[in-house]
């Protein structure tokens, strides 16, 4: 029985078939169902901030919908000028701070729960997942709860204490969960040559483990801050008196009727990317260093 290979020309719908699937300038349909779909979903994303961004660069004479009138900075100005717009600067200062404070308290937190979970301890699991419950909670009914808690003791409500400890109910878990991924790909044979150099146990972690596990950190507190700095559900019932921004913007959708909403929505885009773009180029400064520092060793 002879072995040659039996000639493609005897199945012409094969070798039609196969010369199309050759061809990379054509493409089967379903890519291009599958590239609509995907176009649609990033314009239905993207497309109502987009307009919200155009819209907020109008002059005195602009409103809320198209057609856009004009094209000036006066609501950006109107925004941190005018009392009727509510108290935007303080509900930002309150935010921002808000959200520094629980940054750092998500990082060591994180960090000394990624530290405590590399070993086995009793009753791991149910700390473990008591830490995590708060994720399956309604962010509205735990911010309740914590309301309750601090009226039971007589507490008063307040965007530093009880919005505190309520963000940190919903920051620190995504902080843990983060932390572990990045505990899991540290070897430890690191420290046990940290220590047999004669480093102590502050220096291993300060010198070899934090080093090592700085992008996430950095990652760590992207989340926290993010998380934090628009959180609205447990800040309704948690922040006493004053506003952070995400209630102070609510307030405004209820008697607001100008453009200076569009401009703040405009503007804590812009600082949410900033934000974003530091933590990034901060990942990179410390690959490059790391990179640096083991080609001089």
């Known amino acids: 029985m002879s072995s040659t290979p039996m000639p493609i020309t005897r199945f012409p719908k094969q070798a039609r078939r196969v010369a199309r699937y050759r061809d990379e300038s054509r493409r089967p349909w379903t890519f291009w169902v599958l590239a609509s779909l995907f176009t649609a979903y990033v314009l239905a994303l993207y497309g109502p901030m987009l307009c ?8 005195l004479r602009g409103g809320l919908v198209f057609p856009m009138k004009g094209l000036s900075l006066h609501w950006f100005v109107d925004l941190f000028t005018q009392v009727r717009t509510g108290d935007v600067k303080g509900g930002f200062e309150r935010s921002i701070i808000l959200a520094i404070a629980v940054t750092v308290l ?15 301890f009793k009753g791991d699991g149910i700390v473990f997942y008591l830490m995590i419950g708060s994720l399956v909670a ?5 911010g309740i709860g914590v309301g309750l808690l601090f009226q039971y003791f007589g507490l008063q409500a307040s965007w530093y204490t009880s919005a505190l400890g309520a963000h940190l109910s919903w920051t620190l878990p995504f902080g843990v969960l983060v932390m572990f991924a990045v505990m899991s790909r ?16 502050w220096q291993t972690i300060y010198l070899v483990v934090l080093p090592v596990l700085a992008p996430g950190l950095v990652a760590v507190a992207l989340f926290g801050f993010t998380l934090s700095y628009d ?3 447990r800040t309704l019932q948690t922040a006493g008196s004053l506003n952070t921004l995400p209630l102070e913007i609510w307030s405004m959708t ?20 900033a934000i974003i773009g530091v933590s990034i180029g901060a990942i990179v400064w ?3 260093r790391r990179g640096v520092r083991a080609a001089k060793h």
């Open 286 to 288: 410390i690959n490059k």
């Open 106 to 120: 998500t990082v060591v937190g994180s960090f000394m729960a990624g530290l405590a979970f590399r070993n086995r």
């Open 231 to 233: 959180e609205f559900a």
């Open 254 to 273: 209820l008697n607001v009727t100008s453009p200076s909403l569009y401009a703040l929505g405009t503007v804590t885009t812009v600082i949410s990317f």
């Open 52 to 59: 919200i961004y155009v819209l907020s660069f109008q002059d």
């Open 138 to 142: 309604p962010g509205l009914v735990l």
């Open 186 to 201: 540290f070897d430890n044979v690191w420290e046990e040559a940290a220590r047999d150099l004669g480093a102590s146990r």
